[in-house]
C-alpha cells in the first residue's frame, strides 16, 4: 500500500502547525473571523471542524478542475487537522 500521500500529509500539518500554532487553534481563529463576518446569515456558528469539511471540499473541487497529488495531500491533511480539532462538537 502506497502511503506516501499520507506521509506528505503529517509532515506538512506539522509543519504548517510551526508557523500557524496548532490545527484546533488555527481553525477556531479562522471561523471566530468567519462567524463574526457571517454570522448574521448561519443558523448556527461554525466549530473548528466544520472549517476543515469547507477546506477539503475546496481541495475536492479544485482536484475536480485539475487532478494532482498534492490536492490528495491536502484532504488528508485536513482530515488530520479536523481530528486535531476534536472532541467533536456537535456529537
Not at 79 to 85: I, P, Q, R, T, V
Amino acid at each position: 500500500m502506497k502511503l506516501e500521500v499520507l506521509e506528505t500529509a503529517v509532515e506538512a500539518v506539522k509543519e504548517r502547525g510551526e508557523y500557524y500554532g496548532p490545527p484546533g487553534e488555527h481553525f477556531a481563529r479562522t471561523v471566530g473571523a468567519i462567524n463574526a463576518i457571517l454570522g448574521h446569515k448561519l443558523k448556527v456558528p461554525l466549530t473548528a471542524s466544520d472549517w476543515g469539511v469547507m477546506m477539503i471540499c475546496d481541495k475536492l473541487a479544485r482536484n475536480q478542475h485539475r487532478p494532482k497529488v498534492d490536492n490528495l495531500v491536502d484532504v488528508a491533511g485536513y482530515a488530520g487537522c479536523m481530528n486535531a480539532c476534536g472532541p467533536w462538537e456537535r456529537q
